[in-house]
Nanobody, 124 residues
Framework: QVQLVESGGGLVQAGGSLRLSCAVSGIILSSSAMGWFRQAPGKGREFVAAISWRGGSTYYADSVKGRFTIFRDDAKNTVDLQMNSLKPEDTAVYYC?????????????????WGQGTQVTVSS
């Protein structure tokens, strides 16, 4: 059974940092590309960051470029999202996702498995 479990969300002031972690089980993480998405209240789920298998390439949404960094540790079966210089507009539920494939992807329909999400709230 495939499971993706996010952790690390919480409440932080603008300008602060958080590190989200996604624990993956039931799939061979080293054969999967991974992504992070977010969904704010009343909005659709949007792409945040993605990393290819083996971590050879990464891709970021323009809104987070230079502030967020995606990491993967295939030995620990985790994919992390380091978020710095957080802004109130980063407030959302953040989801980890995996796809069978080696390259990065930015559309929700390109991902096969999803976690339940973790809430990130940035106060002004």
């Amino acid at each position: 059974q495939v499971q993706l479990v996010e952790s690390g969300g919480g409440l932080v002031q603008a300008g602060g940092s958080l590190r989200l972690s996604c624990a993956v089980s039931g799939i061979i993480l080293s054969s999967s590309a991974m992504g992070w998405f977010r969904q704010a209240p009343g909005k659709g789920r949007e792409f945040v960051a993605a990393i290819s298998w083996r971590g050879g390439s990464t891709y970021y949404a323009d809104s987070v470029k230079g502030r967020f960094t995606i990491f993967r540790d295939d030995a620990k079966n985790t994919v992390d999202l380091q978020m710095n210089s957080l802004k109130p507009e980063d407030t959302a539920v953040y989801y980890c996702a995996s796809r069978v494939g080696t390259v990065v992807a930015t559309r929700t329909t390109q991902y096969d498995y999803w976690g339940q999400g973790t809430q990130v709230t940035v106060s002004s």
